[in-house]
């Protein structure tokens, strides 16, 4: 796994937290629908605007695997990609709690959490289509 170099003199440890707290809190309140699944394809985590974009509560989307938001059949076959920790983007449907079918762009990304690996799933309206809410 390739990492920054730190600045010589800092505690590299330490500041490798902070990073980390500080990315988490900016994720957390981010823009952007990020839901983290873990390596069987379960949703372990995801943000504030994933449950706006999708119209689901957190506790709702967390009983979700990988794919299962999909609203065609292209877009799940996505998720074999994702959890074979292959980086990919582009366009997908998502079929929102109330029955709408969105159309959103996506990057999904590998990453390790304490050595462990989990797949990063970003979601967003294209421009002038909002944020379904």
Not at 3 to 20: E, F, I, K, N
Not at 80 to 90: A, Y
Not at 93 to 116: H, K, M
Request: charged share 25%; aromatic share 8%.
């Amino acid at each position: 796994m390739r990492r920054c170099r730190d600045v010589a003199g800092s505690a590299p440890d330490l500041d490798r937290v902070l990073h980390s707290t500080l990315l988490g809190e900016a994720l957390s309140s981010a823009r952007i629908a990020a839901l983290l699944a873990d390596d069987s394809g379960q949703y372990v985590a995801v943000n504030d605007e994933a449950c706006l974009l999708t119209g689901y509560t957190r506790s709702a989307l967390v009983e979700f695997r990988a794919g299962e938001l999909a609203a065609d059949e292209r877009s799940r076959h996505i998720y074999e990609n994702f959890i074979s920790g292959k980086k990919m983007q582009g366009r997908k449907l998502v079929r929102r709690e109330d029955g709408q079918v969105i159309g959103c762009r996506y990057w999904a990304i590998p990453a390790r959490i304490t050595s462990l690996p989990y797949y990063l799933l970003l979601l967003w309206r294209p421009a002038g289509h909002g944020t379904a809410s």
